[in-house]
């Protein structure tokens, strides 16, 4: 329980994908950068430095149904597509 892998994945066939992942914020500080382990293309673009969005920036649609409004951490991660990456530190 020290260490948070990610896997993230475009299945869009023609367009790049860039999105927020949420990474725990116990595990990855503001300003960590996680690096890519693995990708099946052969010049991926690494995912942004760990940001911190605060409370009350964000709306976050949890499982149950409910909304969350952070704070929260994440990466930003720019997928080509058909891309997948597994990222870690």
Same mark, same amino acid.
């Given at each position: %329980?020290?260490?948070? @892998?990610? @896997?993230? #994945?475009?299945?869009?066939?023609?367009?790049? !994908? !860039?999105?927020?992942? @949420?990474?725990? %914020?116990?595990?990855?500080?503001?300003?960590?950068? %996680?690096? @890519?382990?693995? +990708?099946?293309?052969?010049?991926?673009? #690494?995912? +942004?430095?760990?940001?911190?969005?605060? #409370?009350?920036?964000?709306?976050?649609?949890?499982?149950?149904?409910?909304?969350?409004?952070?704070?929260?951490?994440?990466?930003?991660?720019?997928? #080509?597509?058909?891309?997948?990456?597994?990222?870690?530190?």
């Amino acid at each position: %329980m020290d260490q948070e @892998i990610v @896997i993230a #994945a475009n299945t869009d066939t023609a367009n790049p !994908s !860039s999105v927020y992942v @949420i990474v725990d %914020m116990t595990l990855n500080n503001p300003g960590n950068q %996680m690096r @890519i382990l693995y +990708s099946n293309q052969q010049a991926p673009q #690494a995912p +942004s430095a760990v940001q911190q969005l605060v #409370a009350g920036t964000v709306v976050v649609q949890e499982t149950d149904g409910t909304t969350g409004t952070g704070p929260l951490n994440c990466v930003r991660v720019t997928l #080509a597509p058909l891309e997948v990456q597994i990222l870690g530190r």
